[in-house]
């Protein structure tokens, strides 16, 4: 599917109570999301690796979001399906004119399903 313009992007932080090794979730966990979808510079090379950077350079500058973080949502699951908030939040998410969300999980590689 071909994505030209502006997107709306919901970022559902998700806490795992029981979660193997544990979630401890950051005081600015908002703030830290945020960084990562619109401007993560390389420490070392000072590029910009967010994923607005990425959307931009994949569509040659025709694409690009415009993301809000939702509030947290706990789901006590260790492998957490893609879907677990459909139910709850879809139709929600569509009728304030998102046109995708996604999943924020901490806990690094291998912390849910991929």
């Known amino acids: ?66 993301a809000v973080v939702m509030p947290m949502e706990t789901v006590d699951e260790q492998d957490v399906p893609p879907g677990v908030l459909e139910g709850q939040l879809g139709s929600q998410l569509r009728s304030q004119g998102f046109d995708a969300a996604a999943i924020v999980m901490l806990g690094g590689e291998g912390a849910g399903t991929n």
């Open 1 to 66: 599917m071909s994505w030209i313009g502006r997107k709306k992007l919901a970022l559902i932080p998700l806490y795992r109570p029981n979660a193997h090794p544990p979630d401890l979730i950051p005081a600015d966990w908002s703030n830290q999301i945020l960084g990562r979808v619109f401007y993560n510079p390389d420490p070392s090379t000072g590029v910009d690796r967010s994923l607005r950077a990425y959307i931009h350079a994949a569509s040659s500058g025709l694409a690009d979001l415009d």
